[in-house]
């Protein structure tokens, strides 16, 4: 009997269950085919001597092949890395050679990016959508294959890069469990068994619409088709296609970034108002800061069924708030799950109150892939490990965010961290989206600046600019706030929402020294 946590059980059990629904144009896999097709793949790895522990990369839109890969990789024992599909030639070169792939799927979307990369030292290149120069069409080198599982499955897992906003992208490199697929002390299957305690399972229907190369669309997915959910996968993230997802496939469960939600409030309410959001039982968001006013207005909308967990790629350690919590602490991304502490620059453990790097104890081993200083970097003597966030405890233990340390703000010799200014500054109507940066500044070093997309760009100007300093020293201390406003089309985010705030401090910093990458 196949194990109960893994596809192959549901495909046996509920072969004809809808598995994955390619969200634009309406594209179906049930279990029996994602158990047949990543089975195929999963022999043709073995065949062309792709062995156990070895390296897949995957560089795709987000597509019908996309998760028959990952499972394949995942039943194969491998690592599997989802690049992102923004990256340029050089970066993915990078992210190749970092992670020693031995293989590339890669689409035929991505032909100018793959035109430029050296792929010689790959055993295997196979193009999972469309035609590719030199690469083997998917369901060509599937079709020879046997759909059943081979011999020696074991369990996998992803080892993803950071998006590199601070710099350059690090592989977060966590130990093969080299079990039997499903097996219960997996790493990768307790992730699945924690879902459950959300109501997943058969029967549920998640909508994911963010792209597969992050972390938490990758795993969640992948974890819910261990429990024979219905994935279904948006292409491409649209606020009013989201909402008609939700009403035609009554949507259960579902994950967003803070960013999304912006975009869904700015729907006309007469448009929102037309589709049926009452099948969501549970909503997720992490991955950025999440405005109090922004948050407020989804939990009136959608009720108490939005929740919040922090945690990062590196599986350290995570906090988790329910809708109900988030009311009685605004603000909060929750109670702790596991030990934390909260430390100051003299590496001495804080009182409740005080913000300081948020450390976390316990958590699963893991390492950034080929750079042991960058390791060490982020582990304290006591072997606490950070992500790099500032943050406080309240006296009920519920931990907020302040901002991250490699967006301190230095000037005139003051630490100022400016997510406290870009929280203030987001509030206010006249702003889609904000920036706090430290610029260069003969007599302080730095100086702070806003950097805003306004919701009415007409309105862009002086005028504005003054209203938003002045609504910002309102709020908070002035040396925390901005001392300018500059204004643009559009910030630089990737599509989870990260800020990319290294790109906006080269504009600003070019023929300066840098005091903080």
């Not at 987000?62 to 690592?79: C, I, M």
């Not at 792939?101 to 979307?109: F, Q, R, T």
């Not at 409030?265 to 999440?290: F, G, I, K, M, Y």
């Not at 006013?293 to 909308?301: A, I």
């Amino acid at each position: 009997m196949p194990n109960e946590l893994t596809p192959t059980y549901h495909a046996v059990h509920r072969p004809d269950t809808v598995a994955l629904v390619m969200a634009g144009t309406g594209e179906e896999v049930t279990y029996a085919e994602l158990e047949d097709r990543s089975n195929r793949f999963a022999h043709l790895l073995r065949s062309r001597g792709i062995a156990q522990g070895e390296h897949v990369a995957i560089l795709m839109e987000n597509n019908r092949a996309y998760l028959e890969v990952v499972w394949a990789a995942q039943r194969s024992g491998l690592y599997y890395t989802a690049i992102n599909r923004h990256l340029r030639p050089g970066e993915v070169q990078y992210v190749l050679e970092d992670c020693g792939a031995v293989a590339l799927v890669a689409s035929e979307s991505m032909a100018d990016v793959v035109a430029d990369l050296d792929v010689s030292g790959l055993r295997l290149l196979v193009s999972g959508a469309g035609d590719l120069p030199g690469f083997e069409r998917y369901d060509d080198v599937i079709a020879g294959q046997p759909g059943t599982p081979h011999p020696d499955e074991c369990e996998g897992r992803e080892m993803l890069y950071s998006s590199g906003t601070t710099g350059r992208p690090k592989g977060v490199c966590k130990t093969l469990a080299a079990t039997s697929l499903g097996d219960p002390s997996a790493p990768t299957v307790q992730i699945a068994q924690n879902l459950v305690a959300q109501g997943a399972g058969p029967g549920t229907v998640y909508l994911s619409p963010a792209p597969l190369y992050h972390s938490a669309p990758l795993v969640y997915s992948t974890s819910l088709l261990r429990l024979g959910a219905t994935v279904v996968v948006m292409e491409h993230f649209d606020p009013a296609a989201c909402l008609e997802l939700i009403e035609r496939y009554r949507v259960t469960h579902a994950q967003f970034v803070p960013t999304m939600f912006v975009r869904l409030l700015r729907l006309p309410p007469e448009e929102r108002a037309q589709w049926d959001t009452s099948s969501l039982q549970v909503v997720l968001h992490a991955a950025a800061p999440c405005p109090i006013p922004v948050k407020r207005q989804m939990l009136d909308w959608w009720g108490p069924i939005i929740h919040e967990y922090y945690a990062g790629t590196e599986d350290i350690g995570s906090t988790f708030i329910t809708a109900e919590e988030w009311l009685a602490h605004p603000g909060s991304v929750g109670r702790p799950l596991s030990e934390v502490h909260i430390v100051g620059e003299d590496g001495e453990e804080l009182p409740v109150g005080e913000a300081g790097v948020v450390y976390f104890g316990g958590g699963r081993p893991f390492e950034y892939h080929n750079d042991p200083e960058k390791t060490a970097s982020v582990t304290d003597p006591r072997g606490w490990r950070t992500l790099g966030d500032i943050g406080r405890l309240d006296d009920e233990g519920y931990l907020y965010l302040t901002d991250r340390q490699a967006h301190m703000i230095i000037s005139g010799g003051v630490n100022i961290y400016p997510q406290e200014a870009e929280n203030v500054l987001a509030s206010h109507p006249a702003v889609t989206d904000v920036a706090v940066i430290g610029v260069p500044d003969e007599e302080m070093g730095e100086a702070v600046k806003a950097v805003v997309q306004a919701t009415d760009p007409t309105a862009a100007g002086p005028e504005l600019a003054e209203a938003l300093l002045a609504h910002c020293r309102a709020e908070l201390a002035t040396y925390k706030c901005p001392r300018t406003v500059d204004f643009v089309d559009e910030l630089p985010r990737d599509p989870s929402g990260k800020l990319y705030k290294r790109l906006l401090r080269e504009r600003y910093w070019a023929g300066h020294d840098s005091l903080v990458i």
